[in-house]
Structure formats: structure tokens, C-alpha cells
């Protein structure tokens, strides 16, 4: 069965970084495009950005640009999010979702940013 | 960026009722490129409808959706107990910039 399985909760300083892996399983994964999505507590969802596997491309929201950061590594077929950075307003549940439609989500990280 | 507005922002319904769900989008959404998804207390969000009308695999039939253009609607034909969650909609039509709606809360009544 198709299934992406993210990497553990964080805890970090504002100023510093954090790097969320995603493991996909399932399916042959340089078909789909994945992305990443965020919801702050209590909030609403927020898209990051998108990255392709097949050839590593991406494309990121203008409010995250120069911040945010998609790689994969096609030999463990898992896709990284590295934020930098971090302010106490990226504390959030970050997930990894599956295609266009984002049909299949991984169970989320929490990045929490406190000093 | 497309601007997703949802209405209303909280529903309270009781089971057994019709919900109606609005998405209006502040243009037209590429190819109907809208889904709606479901989320639960601390859960992920769930695929329910994409395409504006295609109902993801597994999705039961009470579940529709309709809409074209702007203006998108999610119905629950007839409520069951689980279907008590949030909802959000969202355009993956306008590249680079998707966006997600700022949620429906269903609660029951």
C-alpha cells in the first residue's frame, strides 16, 4: 500500500534550521510530484511548494522563497524540506503529500520554534 | 494567487441532514483543478473529491461534488456520525500557486 512516512518531531531556536524527511513507499516514485504542505496550530493548511522527483525541479511559494529548500534522493526514494531561518511563525505541522491532487499524506512533523 | 473564500465558516447540522459547502474562487480555477478534503482532530487531511466532481477511491457516494468556473460546492447527502470535521478546498490549477481555503467546520447540531 501506498505510504509516506515522515521523519520525527523537532525542537529548534529561532534562527537556526530544520530538515523533514519524507520516505515514500508503494508506488513507483518518480511519477509523482510531491509536495509539502503546513498547518500552523488551529490554522488552516498553507502550501510550501512542490518538487518533482524525476528530475528534482521545484518550485516554492514566493513567501517561503530563499528559505525553503526541496531535494530528494531518488536511491531511498525520499524527499527532504529543509527550512532556514526558522521563526517562532513556522511553528507548524509540516506534511508531505502525494501528486497534484495531494491524494496521499504523510502523518506530519511538528516543528516547533522556541527560544 | 487565487484566493479561496469557504462558506460558511462553521455548519451545525444534525445527523441524518444534507450538508452544503461553498468554495468561491476570486477567478476562474484552471481546468477545474479544485479538491475538497476532510480532516479530523489530530489527523492528516483526506482526499474526498478532486477534479471539482471525482470522488477519490474509497470515498463514499454521500459524498458530491459540483461546481465550475469560481464557484465550487462539496454536499454530504445524508450526515453519518464521522462526517462531523473540518473541510477544506483547494486549486492546484493556477502554477505555481496553489492555495487552500480557510476551512468549513461541520459540527454537529
Known amino acids: 500500500q501506498i505510504q509516506l512516512m515522515q521523519s520525527g518531531a523537532e525542537v529548534k531556536k529561532p534562527g537556526a534550521s530544520v530538515k523533514v524527511s519524507c520516505r515514500a513507499s508503494?508506488?513507483?516514485?518518480?511519477?509523482?510530484?510531491m509536495q509539502w504542505v503546513r498547518q500552523a496550530p488551529g490554522q488552516g493548511l498553507e502550501w510550501m511548494g512542490i518538487?518533482?522527483?524525476?528530475?528534482?525541479?521545484?518550485t516554492y511559494a514566493q513567501k517561503l522563497q530563499g528559505r525553503v529548500t526541496m531535494t530528494r534522493d531518488t536511491s531511498t526514494s525520499t524527499v527532504h524540506m529543509e527550512l532556514s531561518s526558522l521563526r517562532s511563525e513556522d511553528t507548524a505541522v509540516y506534511y508531505c503529500v502525494r501528486d497534484m491532487t495531494l491524494d496521499y499524506w504523510g502523518q506530519g512533523t511538528l516543528v516547533t520554534v522556541s527560544s | 494567487e487565487i484566493v479561496l473564500t469557504q462558506s460558511p465558516g462553521t455548519l451545525s447540522l444534525s445527523p441524518g441532514e444534507r450538508a452544503t459547502l461553498s468554495c468561491r474562487a476570486s477567478?476562474?480555477?484552471?481546468?477545474?483543478?479544485l479538491a475538497w478534503y476532510q480532516q479530523k482532530p489530530g489527523q492528516a487531511p483526506r482526499l474526498l473529491i478532486y477534479?471539482?466532481?471525482s470522488r477519490a477511491t474509497g470515498i463514499p457516494d454521500r459524498f458530491s461534488g459540483s461546481g465550475s468556473g469560481a464557484d465550487f460546492t462539496l454536499t454530504i447527502s445524508r450526515l453519518e456520525p464521522e462526517d462531523f470535521a473540518v473541510y477544506f478546498c483547494?486549486?492546484?490549477?493556477?502554477?505555481?500557486?496553489?492555495?487552500f481555503g480557510q476551512g468549513t467546520k461541520l459540527e454537529i447540531k
Open positions: 508503494g508506488y513507483t516514485f518518480t511519477s509523482y510530484y
Open positions: 483547494h486549486q492546484y490549477g493556477s502554477s505555481p500557486m496553489y492555495t
Open positions: 477567478q476562474s480555477v484552471s481546468s477545474n483543478y
Open positions: 477534479g471539482a466532481s
Open positions: 518538487i518533482n522527483p524525476r528530475d528534482g525541479s521545484t
